[in-house]
């Protein structure tokens, strides 16, 4: 089949994955997983620049395969690509970090789209996304691309590549050749180091589409480069380095993701909730009165959300909700934490000076508990007082899960200014039965 042992190894272990039936714990997770990606995507459906997307790309709704939500009907490329853009648009999705990072479930709209395709039962396609994400969950503990500047996205496609390929019903020599295509055609740079751009939201929506291009490619017994992982120039080399892959099929990964209460970068979750709290403590009053804010927390989140210029003087959304002293003066000022308040804040002139007034600085106590937690500290001096809290990791975070209901609300809320609340709650519900779904389409028709 092939010379590559991991790609043999990967080949293994999807089909072994994919054949273990679902029992509860593991459906509900995964189910858990598609209601908050459909929630992220709905609130980013009415969006000016998502519509501005689907028309550059020919769509126009009115007919095709499959769902793209609240747009219409068309190819399953181009509904993969505009929900999978909706997913990532507030970057509101989930949040794995290993030795790399990433959103495990952006597979998900490509998982979505194979299935409509396919005519798949929700069943089958939670196991294909079930499959893929552990992949990718594996892939983020053994290896560290982003380091050596690769997006997250690399991973992403390899994942989907796994999920689509299943539902596509691709055998062994076939789901090889497409795993090569895939790790030898979509390396992504990371291209963040500065000022965030739309192409955040499009990084990972252009790997699902080429899933589902190589997907088709070795459905046609086309062959992809042999070795693609291992030898001069493979993956390891030029890539990840080192790869260490577990791949155990019978190991429950399906809830290891953290999921987020705002729409915000993973490292502003405690500092948003901890400003919130500080909002009631100060007072309307010492609210006008801060002379500084120190946030502590690990060096992770520093590095990637509180150390760049650019990140005290946001100039657009994406770089906005990817600075941890803009987030917490935000919330401190708003008193809440939506998308629409991120795109007001950045006009907001008192939400950017008390931006200026943040300190970000390393707690090694809080680098030493990354990633099994998220710690985080901001101190605040207000009218000549101190004022201080701390918490382990934000709400959502595996150390401090999302109940179920509150995982609702997070869908319903996002869905009740577009659809309204009766249909919402409707759609809430069906997703919440999406294993027993006969076709998927219903899931993406609220």
Not at 66 to 80: D, I, P, Q, S
Not at 94 to 117: M, Q, R
Not at 166 to 193: C, E, K, P, V
Not at 319 to 340: E, K, Y
Request: aromatic share 6%; with cysteine.
């Amino acid at each position: 089949m092939t010379q590559d042992s991991i790609t043999r190894a990967i080949v293994d272990f999807a089909f072994a994955s994919y054949a273990r039936p679902l029992d509860g714990p593991r459906r509900d997770a995964l189910t858990a997983r598609i209601m908050d990606m459909l929630g992220c995507a709905i609130a980013a459906s009415e969006d000016e620049e998502v519509r501005r997307v689907a028309v550059a790309l020919g769509f126009t709704g009115e007919s095709g395969p499959c769902t793209a939500l609240r747009l219409g009907e068309g190819t399953v490329e181009t509904a993969a690509f505009l929900n999978g853009m909706m997913v990532r648009f507030h970057d509101w999705n989930d949040t794995y970090v290993g030795k790399n990072g990433g959103h495990p479930s952006d597979i998900i709209a490509a998982a979505l789209a194979a299935g409509e395709e396919g005519h798949r039962s929700g069943d089958e396609v939670l196991r294909a996304i079930a499959a893929g994400q552990h992949l990718m969950l594996d892939m983020c503990d053994g290896s560290n691309a982003l380091v050596r500047g690769w997006d997250h996205a690399t991973y992403v496609g390899i994942a989907a590549t796994v999920a689509v390929g299943l539902l596509r019903g691709l055998d062994r020599a076939q789901f090889a050749h497409a795993i090569s295509m895939m790790t030898a055609s979509n390396n992504m740079l990371i291209a963040r180091s500065a000022k965030v751009s739309a192409w955040r939201s499009l990084a990972s929506p252009q790997a699902l589409r080429n899933a589902l291009f190589v997907t088709a490619l070795a459905k046609a017994d086309v062959s992809g480069p042999d070795p693609v992982f291992e030898g001069r120039l493979g993956f390891l080399e030029v890539v990840c380095g080192d790869l260490d892959l577990a791949l155990d099929p019978a190991r429950e990964r399906s809830g290891d993701t953290h999921l987020k209460r705002f729409p915000a970068v993973f490292h502003a979750q405690a500092p948003c909730e901890i400003a919130l709290e500080m909002r009631d403590e100060l007072g309307a009053a010492l609210l006008g009165q801060i002379d500084e804010i120190e946030v502590a927390t690990h060096a992770f989140a520093i590095h990637w959300a509180g150390s760049i210029p650019a990140l005290w003087e946001p100039e657009n959304r994406e770089t906005a909700d990817h600075s941890i002293p803009f987030m917490v003066a935000l919330a401190l000022l708003r008193g809440q934490v939506h998308h629409h308040d991120i795109e007001a804040g950045i006009h907001d002139d008192a939400v950017r000076a008390l931006t200026r007034r943040v300190r970000v600085v390393e707690d090694p106590a809080a680098s030493a508990a990354w990633p099994k937690q998220a710690p985080a500290r901001i101190a605040v001096m207000a009218g000549g007082r101190k004022f201080e809290r701390a918490l382990i990791a934000g709400k959502g975070h595996a150390a401090r899960p999302l109940s179920h209901d509150q995982r609702a609300d997070k869908l319903i809320d996002n869905a009740t200014p577009v659809i309204g609340v009766q249909r919402a709650q409707a759609w809430a519900q069906r997703l919440a039965g999406f294993a027993e779904l006969r076709d998927v389409t219903a899931a993406l028709r609220p």
